[in-house]
């Protein structure tokens, strides 16, 4: 049952390889339309909790829930990925297809959808990524800022309830972080619930309505971002802070 006040739930994660834990329970919840920014140090975690959270990891315990549905084995893995896009540092498009096939392509063979309606999709979802001039052309011919533009429209034509971005910005040259930055605020702003992994500072203070700092496998402290830049509690999250600030 979903109360409506929750859309992801995390309880008690935790995460193993072989013999070494990096997720020593996670314990996060998320309303709709919340924006929760993630920082923390390389290897802190923050990855492959969110590849737990879409199931491209399985947990090593604890349990995972969307939208009042659990998240397990036996769950229809096409349907939860598509009901939790994920956006990665590397864009991943099908070099060989050009804009507009690349973000038709899940939804007429994973959901069934006829070419007219997800061509009319993503023709929309080009205009609102601010790319709807390039439709026929190949990836290999935008640059880096479009190519993540048309991979967070590629994931928005599943209708996700859910978006989850992992270092969206991160290979990107410094001129094209804030196309890419932007999409994601009018996400924000029409609705969309997420979680964002990203050295963002900006971002996270003018998007983020919570923010996350990660360590050694662990939350360490939350609040509001204005909150926690100003006044951090713990000596980890002032150290992380003292280096990137
Ligand atoms: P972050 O995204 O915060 O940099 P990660 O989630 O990528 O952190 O990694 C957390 C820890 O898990 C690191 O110590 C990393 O080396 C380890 N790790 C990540 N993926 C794997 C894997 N597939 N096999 C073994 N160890 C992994
Ligand atoms: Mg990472």
Not at 74 to 100: D, S
Not at 220 to 242: C, I, L, W, Y
């Amino acid at each position: 049952m979903n109360d409506n006040k929750t859309m992801i739930e995390i309880k008690d994660l935790h995460k193993r390889y072989g013999d070494i834990e990096v997720l020593h329970g996670i314990n996060l919840t998320v309303a709709p339309k919340e924006v929760v920014v993630v920082i923390g140090p390389s290897g802190s975690g923050k990855s492959t909790m969110l590849r737990c959270i879409n199931y491209l990891e399985e947990a090593s315990s604890g349990e995972i829930w969307v939208d009042g549905e659990k998240i397990e084995p036996k769950t229809n893995l096409n349907r939860i990925r598509a009901e939790v896009g994920m956006v990665f540092q590397h864009f991943n498009l099908f070099e060989n297809k050009t804009v507009l096939q690349n973000i038709m392509l899940a939804p007429m063979r994973v959901r069934g959808e006829s070419r007219e309606v997800a061509e009319k999709k993503a023709l929309e979802l080009l205009d609102m990524v601010g790319l709807k001039d390039k439709a026929n052309v190949y990836p290999k011919n935008l640059s880096g800022g479009q190519q993540q533009r048309v991979a967070i429209a590629r994931s928005l034509a599943m209708n996700p309830k859910v978006m989850l971005f992992d270092e969206p910005t991160s290979a990107l040259d410094p001129e094209m972080v804030k196309e890419v930055l932007d999409v994601m605020k009018k996400l924000a702003n029409d609705g969309m619930t997420m979680i964002v992994v990203t050295h963002e500072m900006g971002f996270a203070r003018e998007v983020g309505d919570r923010l996350i700092f990660m360590a050694d496998g662990q939350i360490v402290e939350q609040g509001v971002p204005e909150e926690v830049f100003a006044n951090p509690q713990h000596n980890r999250t002032k150290q992380f802070f003292s280096k990137i600030l």
